[in-house]
């Protein structure tokens, strides 16, 4: 526990720190849409610890941050906003383990439970705008595309019912569902019009944003643990087998791969001309 908190803290004053220079947000996992992991911040030679908050679980939620504020999940079902100073502003009953990381969009900060809930809540008041309910836990992030009106925003999540969600960011109406064939584990990657995400069914899948109709799955044997990027039409994530894959989104085609010493659990970071990655 005491690990996790350190660890925590440590990002959120790096995070801080990037703020005050950039006035910006780091307002979803991996920090965009395309979940590429990358910003342009330099980051200090040496670090050191400002605050730490406990909270009553271990933390296996990454946080998000906009504006002077920290939201964070835990285990203990609680979403927190923090302020930097590090003083609670609020939390919300989420009334099951979170493990998914929160999305911040519009003031509105959307996390799935492990109960398979899906929650929009006020990121100033910490109330309940609404609840959407699928079949399996979530543990994956969710990620966020316009319509194709570009009037309204939807939210993208995927659960343990083997479907890929896609509901009103306002309202949590459904929009569309698409079905796969196992548990999905991590985010989908956005560049507006595909969705791409894996899972444990052993494909990666790439899924017209405004119909839910797939586009293409490529079978890459084993099951995907991870959450995808996209940069630059391409998809770039690693399996459970150690393989790691670059495909072009248009062609389908597989540019490259890289053979790792074990499991890719972690997400890649994508920049203009660097795959960073990581194995088990």
């Known amino acids: 526990m ?8 440590l990002i959120l004053t ?10 910006t947000c780091w307002p979803s996992f ?10 342009n911040i330099q980051l200090p030679n040496s670090l050191k610890l400002l605050w730490s908050f406990k909270t009553g679980d271990v933390i296996k939620s990454s946080p998000v941050i906009c504006g002077k504020n920290i939201y964070i999940g835990s285990n203990d079902g609680y979403l927190y906003s923090i302020s930097e100073k590090g003083k609670l502003n609020w939390k919300f009953n989420c009334e099951s383990s979170l493990e998914a990381s929160p999305l911040f969009l519009n003031g509105i900060i959307y996390i799935g439970t492990l109960e398979g809930n899906l929650y929009a809540i006020d990121s100033k008041t910490g109330k309940l705008k609404w609840k959407y309910i699928t079949e399996g836990q979530i543990s994956g992030p969710s990620s966020w595309v316009y319509t194709t009106n570009k009037k309204e925003k939807l939210i993208i999540t995927g659960s343990y019912d083997f479907f890929l969600h896609c509901v009103n960011a306002k309202t949590g109406k459904l929009s569309w569902k698409y079905e796969t064939d196992n548990f999905i584990n991590g985010a989908p990657a956005t560049d507006g019009k595909i969705a791409a ?3 444990c069914d052993g494909f990666i899948h790439l899924v017209n944003t405004n119909t839910g109709k797939a586009s293409d799955k490529i079978d890459v044997g084993t099951y995907i643990a991870s959450s995808p990027t996209i940069e630059k039409n391409k998809v770039y994530f690693g399996n459970y087998d150690g393989t790691f894959y670059c495909i072009d989104i248009t062609s389908k085609k597989t540019l490259w791969k890289y053979e790792g010493a074990g499991p890719f659990l972690a997400s890649p970071a994508v920049s203009a001309h660097k795959v960073i990655i990581g194995s088990q």
């Not at 005491?2 to 803290?9: A, F, H, T």
């Open 30 to 39: 991996r920090g965009n849409q395309s979940l590429t992991g990358f910003t």
């Open 14 to 23: 790096i995070s801080f720190n990037s703020y005050a220079q950039n006035k």
């Open 197 to 199: 995400f894996g899972g």
């Open 2 to 9: 005491k690990i996790i908190i350190v660890n925590l803290i």
